[in-house]
């Protein structure tokens, strides 16, 4: 069964803390991102790696870091810098661009609560 | 900002009647393409217009895109209550430095009672 896979589904952070975020796929996709979604807002880009080993910031990229070692896996690490952590984290995958037609397949989030 | 932008923020309509959701946005695109979110769940792509193409079907789905008033609609015909859910748009535009971005905009909350 294709798709992307996240865990946990939720996660509690403590003050002070770093946390990690799992994202998995297996839909063999190039490209993989990761957004934050706040209570009734859209979502933001917080960073987006388009091939192993490189990976570019996005729009909130500022208390996060992420890695990219293997191709089917894009780890988001919250760290304790980011000091508002708590929202509903999406990871996206999709083949890379061709001719800016690609769709992002979504996988079901983690929601992150501080304690 | 280049976001889109929904409208309605929310709508709540009877089962069978159409509903009906715009996007507005501010620069020129690509493309437009709208998604669908279960209430705590991720996004489902539904359908994707081209920047050169007026209107889209996919079953009980109509896609239009006026690039000159930089809005497109979605009609969802014959509502049922599986519709429910938030519904976004995203545009996918060439930012400064000629990268490729897909913003998305805050949705629409779609209610469809019984």
């Known amino acids: 069964d294709g798709g992307i896979t996240q865990s946990p589904k939720y996660l509690f952070r403590k003050e002070g803390q770093n946390v990690t975020l799992s994202c998995e796929q297996n839909?063999?996709?190039?490209?993989m991102y990761w957004y934050r979604q706040d209570p009734g807002q859209g979502l933001r880009l917080i960073y987006y790696s388009q091939i192993v080993n490189d990976f570019q910031k996005g729009d909130i990229a500022e208390g996060y870091s992420v890695s990219r070692e293997k191709k089917e896996s894009f780890p988001l690490t919250v760290t304790s810098a980011q000091k508002n952590p708590t929202a509903f984290y999406l990871c996206?995958?999709?083949?890379?661009?061709?001719?800016?037609?690609?769709?992002?397949?979504f996988g079901p989030g983690t929601r992150l609560l501080v304690l | 900002s280049q976001q889109g932008e929904e409208d309605p923020q929310a709508l709540s309509i009877q089962e069978g009647e159409n509903a009906t959701m715009n996007c507005s946005y501010k620069?020129?695109?690509?493309?437009l393409q709208w998604y669908r979110q279960n209430s705590g769940r991720g996004l489902v792509h539904l359908i994707l217009?081209?920047?050169?193409?007026r209107e889209k079907h996919s079953g009980r789905l109509r896609v239009t895109l006026d690039t000159s008033k930089k809005s497109s609609s979605l009609l969802i015909t014959a509502s049922r209550a599986a519709d429910t859910a938030s519904y976004f748009c995203?545009?996918?535009?060439?930012?400064?430095?000629?990268?490729?971005?897909?913003?998305f905009g805050k949705g629409t909350k779609l209610t469809v009672n019984p």
């Open positions: 996206a995958s999709s083949i890379l661009w061709i001719r800016g037609e690609e769709t992002q397949y």
């Open positions: 217009i081209r920047s050169n193409e």
């Open positions: 995203a545009t996918r535009f060439i930012a400064q430095g000629g990268s490729e971005k897909l913003v």
């Open positions: 620069t020129s695109i690509n493309n």
């Open positions: 839909l063999n996709h190039d490209a």
